[in-house]
């Protein structure tokens, strides 16, 4: 018998399939923001103490130092604790200041148009094509080494993806009609950029910074590793590889443990971003 009424319960939502790669990822993500958070309570010494008699300990020789010891006896795993929080809060740092800045200016660019959209798109076009590298090596040669300059110079990084990408989302939506129509309700432009057009935006943005993330995070590595990035006592995973550089020979463990966190995070990060893309953006069917 066939029933004509149609039935009142509405359809279960499927919830989006993630493939078990992606799954690890988010794991290794969870994992690592968390150490960061509990850095100060799972650190079993200070990152500064040394102990010259456990010097260039190998890992699991002695319990007290599972990861083993460097060249001036400190821990390994405390360093690497201490090292991921400052890294993430270097990328982390980085990576909004980066967004809201490019953002901002390719909202400006499609609000004013003319001279100003002209003006920004130079400004991208010459972001794009300066090694940034060197520029960060210039300024930190030259003004010193700070924790607060180093997050503000690598926020300049990558600054130019996100204007383009606001200032085109922008005038598309503004093409759609109903940012035309909130402003002559009366909104002004701040209140429809950001509470109608960067509502509609936010799933891109989103995307392109989980895939600018893991290129911060690897060009602070670059920095440190150089010896311009955060400078001792204060410890991070590129400085950390740039100590255990000496030892490679004699004493791999140093190098090892902060350059897998890199790899792994890094990875973990872009397989996050492209799975994110995928599912959130419009462009890609």
């Known amino acids: 018998m066939i029933d004509i009424y149609p039935s009142t319960e509405a359809p279960a939502r499927r919830l989006p399939q993630i493939p078990w790669f992606v799954m690890l990822a988010m ?51 405390s360093r690497l604790i201490v090292s991921i929080r400052i890294s993430l809060l270097i990328a982390f740092g980085a990576t909004i200041i980066s967004a809201v800045l490019g953002t901002t200016l390719g909202f ?3 609000h004013f148009r003319g001279f100003v959209e002209q003006a920004v798109l130079m400004l991208a076009d010459f972001q794009a094509a300066l090694p940034f590298l060197i520029l960060a090596l210039s300024v930190l040669a030259f003004f010193g080494n700070s924790l607060p300059l180093l997050i503000g110079l690598m926020g300049l990084y ?20 109903y940012a035309t129509a909130i402003t002559q309700l009366g909104a002004r432009p701040t209140r429809v950029y950001l509470r109608h057009i960067l509502p509609n935006i936010a799933s891109t943005l989103i995307v392109s910074m989980t895939l600018v993330f893991p290129e911060v995070i690897l060009l602070e590595s670059g920095l440190s590793f150089l ?28 190098m090892l443990a902060p350059s897998t966190v890199i790899v792994l ?18 462009t890609l069917g």
């Open 27 to 77: 794991g290794w993500i969870g994992f690592v923001l968390l150490v960061a958070l509990l850095a100060d309570v799972i650190t079993p010494f200070s990152y500064t103490a040394m102990d010259l008699k456990y010097r260039l300990v190998a890992p699991f020789q002695t319990f007290s130092h599972p990861l083993g010891t460097d060249e001036l006896g400190r821990d390994v795993l």
């Open 108 to 110: 400006l660019a499609a």
């Open 158 to 177: 990558g600054w130019e993806r996100y204007a383009r990408i606001a200032r085109g989302l922008a005038i598309s939506a503004s093409a759609q009609g």
């Open 227 to 254: 010896g311009l990035g955060v400078q001792p006592p204060m410890t991070s995973l590129g400085n950390m590889v740039g100590y255990g550089r000496d030892y490679i020979t004699r004493a791999a463990w140093i």
């Open 265 to 282: 995070t890094t990875l973990a990060v872009s397989l996050v971003g492209d799975w994110l893309r995928d599912k959130l953006d419009p």
